[in-house]
């Protein structure tokens, strides 16, 4: 989807331990702030919101200028239509989940949006259509997420915000939420920006990802690219990449799947029991590190999965080698993690023929539990 | 007797409704904002709770008084209320005022300020905000808090005897009721309208616990 929009960031917003202290200009439609906790990722989120007082810079969406101190401008977060989906998803206890979803129907109609159509769209994409007449205290910790998401993009936001979506998420849920949050991202041409402290999340995502330390961007570009750098991701280099793709379930049977990439006549994949149904489309993750090459074709190996593929180019990540294989031409390439011994010892150059081996457990599922569209 | 209780119950009633609404506005610019002598405000608000009441009722006094400082003795306003029924319901707004500014403080102060700031995001200007939001989530403290000024009201005794005096019929409220009865040797008088004071009490925590327990707004299950 061809998005052209302009973010300009530029941010000076001095906090007790450090300043935050940006100068970003973001054109991708979905970019992540990444960092760990402590490094002014909310902070910079809300002087974007205008929620935060003594914000230096300048802050332009496209041609709304948000904050001009030279040009004494500041738009009150009550202008910057802003859809905001706050890490614990605060929702309005006294109202139930249609009225949540309803608060932002005033800026969606002045913006021209269809409020009940574009309503019953949204609730039926995040599939909340049983929770309407909940009160909103009953939800659970995924459910609220999705309310939440719901409630920014019904207000006709030109600009979503998302502040760790999925933190405050038990582990199992959060692999049932990404694919609501691909949806949005494939659906909608809103910029989104996400925080995130998780390269999964990041890499699932996002089409840029800008790297937060103490307040300042030490990198800034293609996730994939980002995280292969030892200096993002110090001490688990080469851990922090992996290769997602989508596929069509082919079949299930007894304890495992497969998964169909690349269209009919594709590349089958051997993975755990998808819960949809056969014929609809699943994320797959893989780790970066699980996959196994071998300049030979294996015989009694355990790993399900062994794949014919072509060295397309290797970079360097500190000690390790990225490994960029093309499995499927119309895909992006796999990445696989290798040490320099192991480059050396299967003499990987680009051009060469090898075979990757992952089990079916390495593929990890993710699955909205609807079927896709 | 019961003249005692209808008045006290009038003028209690309209002390609050004078009071609650720029007292719930204090208390929300409290509880809300910084700014230079909040501490100065929120302590003046506050005098008549520390204060004796009848020193509280003295000052009236002063200010009352056809002499006072707002009668001829100052800005000579044309005032008639000292004595009055009137006198009544301005000791008890007075005396009443820190204990609703106090307690609906707590309820804003109770409110989430990142919901209100959530309802910003979406385009909710902050008087609807304020209407919308933050009152209904600050309503069981709000609730609370007339509840007590209201019997506090009820209740008050020493600056309304100060300035509205016990002229029964006229200015007599059950607590000034009670304390002649006790005087005069009148217990049966004494007991009944220890009864009614039980009764109007215990009537006025009943309500304060329903509205509490009440949700914010009723809703549907599913």
Redo the contacts between chains.
């Keep these: 989807m061809s998005v052209s929009h302009q973010l300009e960031l530029r941010v000076h917003l001095p906090l007790d331990r450090f300043d935050v202290d940006v100068d970003l200009l973001l054109t991708r439609h979905v970019t992540a702030i990444f960092g760990a906790s402590g490094s002014g990722k909310t902070s910079l989120l809300e002087c974007i ?3 935060r007082n003594g914000v230096r810079g300048r802050i332009r969406l496209d041609d709304q200028v948000w904050l001009d101190r030279d040009a004494r401008v500041r738009v ?9 989906v ?1 890490q614990e998803g ?1 929702l ?5 989940v249609r009225e949540n979803l309803a ?2 129907a ?2 969606a109609r ?1 913006r021209g949006f269809e409020v009940e159509a574009h309503t019953r769209e949204i609730v039926d994409m995040l599939d909340i259509g ?2 309407l ?3 909103v205290t009953t939800l659970s910790g995924g459910e609220r997420q999705r309310v939440s998401l719901a ?2 993009l019904c ?1 006709g936001p030109r600009l979503l915000l998302l502040d760790e979506p999925m933190a405050a998420i038990d582990a199992g849920l959060r692999r049932r939420v990404l694919p609501f949050l691909r949806k949005v991202r494939d659906r909608f041409e809103i910029p989104i920006l996400l925080i995130s402290h998780d390269p999964l999340e990041v890499q699932a995502l996002c089409d840029e990802v800008v790297v937060l330390r103490d307040g300042k961007s030490v990198a800034q570009g293609d996730p994939r690219v980002v995280f292969a750098d030892p200096k993002v991701l110090p001490g688990a280099a080469g851990q922090g990449l992996f290769n997602f793709m989508e596929g069509i379930v082919a079949r299930t049977e007894d304890g495992f799947s497969v998964v169909l990439l690349g269209g009919p006549g594709g590349l089958e994949l051997i993975t755990p029991p998808a819960a949809s149904r056969v014929g609809e489309k699943v994320l797959l993750g893989v780790p970066a590190d699980d996959l196994l090459l071998a300049r030979q074709r294996l015989e009694g190996v355990s790993a399900s999965n062994l794949l014919p593929a072509t060295v397309a180019a290797i970079t360097p990540s500190g000690a390790l080698r990225i490994v960029h294989l093309t499995v499927v031409p119309e895909l992006p390439p796999f990445l696989a993690t290798l040490t320099e011994r192991s480059c050396l010892a299967l003499q990987l150059a680009p051009g060469v023929q090898v075979f990757v081996a992952a089990k079916a457990s390495s593929f990890k599922l993710f699955e909205a539990g609807v079927a896709a569209d | 007797m019961s003249t005692a209780l209808w008045l006290t119950l009038q003028t209690s009633a309209l002390a609050v409704m004078l009071i609650v609404l720029p007292c719930v506005l204090l208390a929300y610019v409290l509880a809300r904002y910084q700014f230079h002598g909040k501490g100065i405000v929120s302590g003046l608000v506050g005098m008549p709770l520390v204060m004796p009441p009848t020193a509280v009722g003295y000052l009236l006094l002063r200010f009352l008084a056809d002499d006072g400082w707002l009668g001829s003795g100052g800005v000579d306003l044309d005032l008639d209320i000292l004595l009055t029924w009137r006198a009544t319901v301005v000791a008890c707004a007075v005396m009443a005022t820190p204990l609703l500014v106090r307690t609906a403080r707590v309820a804003f102060e109770g409110v989430d300020p990142r919901l209100e700031a959530m309802a910003h995001t979406l385009g909710i200007s902050r008087t609807r905000t304020f209407f919308r939001f933050t009152l209904p989530l600050a309503f069981r403290g709000l609730a609370a808090a007339v509840i007590l000024a209201f019997t506090r009201a009820i209740g008050e005794f020493g600056a309304t005897i100060t300035i509205a005096g016990n002229i029964p019929g006229k200015t007599q409220t059950l607590s000034t009721a009670i304390f002649t009865a006790q005087q005069v040797g009148n217990d049966a008088e004494a007991y009944a309208l220890l009864g009614v004071s039980l009764t109007v009490g215990f009537l006025a925590i009943l309500s304060s616990e329903w509205l509490v327990q009440q949700r914010p707004a009723p809703r549907r299950r599913s």
Excluded: E, M, N, Y
Excluded at chain 1, 76 to 84: K, M, S, V, W
Excluded at chain 1, 92 to 96: G, K, N
């Design positions: 919101a205008g929620l009150p977060p009550t202008g910057r239509d802003i859809g905001f706050p605060l309005f206890p006294h109202l139930d608060t932002g005033r800026r002045l049983h929770l007449h909940r009160r409630r920014a207000s």
